[in-house]
């Protein structure tokens, strides 16, 4: 049923899920398209043990966040891209493909009806975890008969409270997180099961997190954790290109508009070298979660590479205030990324 929103400690949010009032469902035969579905209390779902979502691993799901703004106003941040996504992961997962209208119509229902759950400006936001599964029974490895679209939604806090400390990153040269015309690109639910053992190998050994290289190519590299990765090379900013394995970030996205719109810099979508990354003159992954965040120090086969100092270089703090001065309405959306709720 969701917790009563007044004993909220706002001062302490993390990122730990905190039940809201209600969430979100609909449901889709096979071959049909999808219809709206309504707001539920949240709570429990049953399934069948045969679910092809629990077997097969046929699910996809979104990650996005409504701010509080410096106006008072609620706002999605590029939804509109989430809800492209989710169409996108569907078909790759032989999902009845998401309506991109019914989506954007969900997430909107979602944050109305849990707007107490909002905390307040400057404190966090409420993160929206779309889901899709495969949840009618199947034995066979086939699509199954029967899908279920569920929102919910949790009160989160900032992801680094206080000073951004820059990441220490692992190369992992062990594991790869996608195959080149695999589901990298898709936000499938298998590829974050994948990633959870390389991640804790790191976590225990002292990293923040690994990044990884492709799996074609191994001497360029993919992505850090869930995040995408950046570099700045004598002013010029770089990211991997999408080829199938990297997920297209809405982040990333963003980054490179903003990089191109308001700081004037060249940037460019290309292979980049893992080489490269440990000489360059900044380094920084981007997400929902993460936002912008500085990378510190590399440890890869050949030893640790400190990467400017340890310091978060300028044109990555201007990135990330540049996002989060939109994102909070401190500063003017001139481009119109802001999806108000009224
Ligand atoms: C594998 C992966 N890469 C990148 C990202 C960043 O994407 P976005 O900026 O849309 O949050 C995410 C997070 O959703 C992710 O899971």
Not at 266 to 285: G, I, K, P, R
């Amino acid at each position: 049923m969701g917790i009563d929103p007044k004993t909220i400690d706002w001062d302490s949010l993390g990122f730990n899920l905190i039940e809201t009032r209600s969430m979100y469902k609909a449901t889709c035969k096979k071959d049909d398209s999808w219809s709206p579905g309504e707001l539920i209390p949240f709570g429990n779902i049953e399934l069948s043990p045969a679910a092809g979502v629990l077997n097969y691993g046929q699910g996809v799901f979104e990650g996005m966040k409504a701010y509080r703004t410096l106006k008072n106003r609620i706002v999605l941040f590029r939804p509109e891209m989430n809800a492209k996504r989710i169409s996108m992961s569907t078909k790759r997962l032989c999902i009845p493909e998401m309506d991109e209208e019914l989506f954007l119509k969900a997430a909107i229902e979602i944050v109305k009806d849990n707007v107490d759950y909002i905390p307040p400006y400057g404190k966090g936001s409420l993160y929206l975890r779309p889901v899709v599964w495969g949840t009618g029974p199947v034995l066979g490895v086939k699509p199954a008969d029967e899908y279920t679209f569920i929102i919910f939604a949790s009160p989160v806090g900032p992801y680094f409270k206080g000073n951004i400390k820059p990441l220490h990153l692992k190369v992992t040269h062990n594991f790869h997180r996608a195959a080149p015309k695999g589901i990298g690109n898709a936000k499938a639910i298998g590829n974050y099961s994948a990633s959870l053992y390389p991640s804790s190998l790191a976590k225990k050994t002292g990293f923040d997190e690994v990044i990884y290289l492709n799996a074609g190519n191994e001497q360029l590299i993919e992505e850090v954790g869930s995040a995408n990765m950046f570099i700045v090379k004598d002013n010029v900013l770089k990211t991997p290109r999408l080829a199938g394995s990297i997920l297209p970030g809405v982040t990333r996205d963003s980054v490179l508009t903003l990089a191109k719109e308001k700081l004037d810099i060249e940037v460019q979508e290309t292979d980049v070298l893992l080489d490269e990354v440990c000489s360059a003159d900044e380094v920084f992954c981007t997400g929902t979660a993460v936002v912008v965040t500085p990378v510190g120090k590399i440890t890869s086969e050949d030893g640790e590479h400190s990467i400017n100092d340890g310091k978060i270089g300028i044109i990555t703090h201007e990135l990330r205030s540049l996002l989060l001065g939109i994102q909070r309405e401190e500063c003017e959306d001139t481009l119109n990324w802001l999806h108000p709720i009224d």
